[in-house]
């Protein structure tokens, strides 16, 4: 079979192309959100919708290897990302297939302990897991998540709505994920055994926005609000595509916690660095008008959520993305995680 590869051609062109092979779903008067967001919206009734997901974790790629990662984590971790998606639209998730794809040689106890971690996460958020599927693979082993949740229609966040003026918010911190990688992927530099598993557990067992997903959906004060997957550098670049804007991030601004900086120190590397390009921190990625940042701050934190720092404003996009450092402003650089690549 000759031609273009998928590593030739990169992910989101792949997912592009693929995209264009389905048509278009706009002339359904049941869609609300298609192709192109966190997760799509279905409409049902009463004013309700449905958002649906669904998102693969493979071994090897998006956690270690069996043997070098906990089930459990393996488990919590292929929920948790599906749970993030569906919050990134203001919803709150329900009802959940799973499926495992499964080596012969995969222990047994190895496979209870990913459905501990499914069970752990499921009750925390209220989904009931339905059922789902188990074929043998050659490997690797994957565990592949079907989501449902719900959001009533006029609550539903999307992508495409930031407009120029526009601050730019993210919850908790950011790049706490990457050096937990970091750690766990052959580094020599030796912590404290508390910065490693505060890291590593924000790499394997990330912890989704739900509850704030949603008191910010109801506030109404949002424009746009998207979950930071493949690193904020990135994800920033979709969200300004997908409302057809620029922005302006204050590097001065970034939220990182007193524990990456410490471990970074260690290692030699800049905390911002991982803030920036590290991905998987399944933190929220919020715009709203100038004057209601306070507002939507007030109404996080009294729902008891993580901090919301305002980390940037959203500019015409002929004005282009950008980073604002000490030292002037320059183009932001894109470095996000991009599966095919070289």
Same mark, same amino acid.
């Not at 592949?144 to 949740?149: P, S």
């Not at 890291?199 to 506030?219: D, F, G, K, M, N």
């Not at 493949?230 to 994800?235: E, F, N, R, V």
């Not at 507002?295 to 996009?317: F, H």
């Given at each position: ?11 989101? =062109?792949?997912?592009?192309? %693929? ?10 008067? @049941? /869609? ?5 967001? $966190?997760?799509?919206?279905?409409? !049902?009734? $009463? ?21 070098? &990662?906990? +089930?459990? =984590?393996? +488990? ?13 639209? +203001?919803?709150?998730? *329900?009802? =959940? %297939? ?14 209870? @302990? ?32 079907? #989501? ?10 999307? *992508?495409?709505?930031? *407009?120029?003026? @526009? ?42 926005? &739900? ?18 997957? @493949? ?13 057809? /804007? ?7 601004? #970034? ?30 990625? &919020? ?12 109404? /996080? ?15 015409? =996009? ?23 690549? !070289?």
């Amino acid at each position: 079979m000759n031609g273009e590869t998928a590593r030739e051609i990169g992910e989101f =062109a792949l997912i592009e192309r %693929l995209r264009n092979k389905l048509g278009s779903v706009g002339n359904s008067a @049941d /869609v609300i959100v298609g192709n192109g967001d $966190d997760a799509a919206v279905i409409r !049902a009734e $009463d004013g309700k919708c449905w958002v649906v997901t669904c998102d693969a974790q493979v071994s090897g790629v998006h956690f270690p290897s069996v043997g070098d &990662v906990s +089930g459990f =984590a393996a +488990g919590y971790k292929s929920l948790a990302v599906n749970v993030s998606d569906v919050a990134a639209m +203001g919803g709150r998730p *329900r009802f =959940a %297939l799973i499926s495992l794809g499964i080596p012969e040689e995969t222990p047994v106890s190895f496979l209870d @302990d990913v459905y501990g971690g499914v069970r752990a996460l499921s009750e925390q958020y209220d989904i009931l897991v339905l059922g789902g599927n188990v074929t043998r693979t050659s490997g690797p082993l994957f565990v592949d998540v079907f #989501l449902v949740g719900e959001v009533m229609e006029e609550k539903v966040l999307r *992508r495409s709505g930031a *407009r120029a003026g @526009d601050r730019i918010l993210v919850t908790g911190y950011l790049g706490d994920a990457a050096a937990g990688l970091h750690l766990f992927s052959g580094s020599q530099v030796r912590v404290r055994e508390d910065l490693y598993a505060s890291l590593t557990r924000a790499q394997l067992e990330p912890q989704p926005r &739900v509850a704030e997903a949603v008191v910010i959906a109801e506030s109404g004060l949002a424009t746009s609000m998207m979950d930071i997957s @493949d690193g904020l550098a990135g994800d920033i670049r979709h969200l300004c595509e997908a409302s057809g /804007v620029g922005v302006l991030l204050w590097e001065s601004e #970034l939220p990182v916690s007193g524990t990456l900086s410490e471990v970074a120190s260690l290692a030699a590397k800049k905390p911002l660095e991982w803030a920036l390009h590290g991905g998987e921190d399944y933190e929220l990625l &919020v715009t709203t008008p100038a004057e209601s940042v306070r507002a939507l701050q007030k109404v /996080v934190r009294q729902s008891r959520g993580a901090p919301l720092t305002p980390i940037g404003e959203i500019l015409p =996009a002929s004005q282009g993305i950008s980073l604002k450092r000490a030292d002037g402003i320059f183009a932001l650089k894109n470095l996000a995680w991009e599966h095919f690549s !070289a």
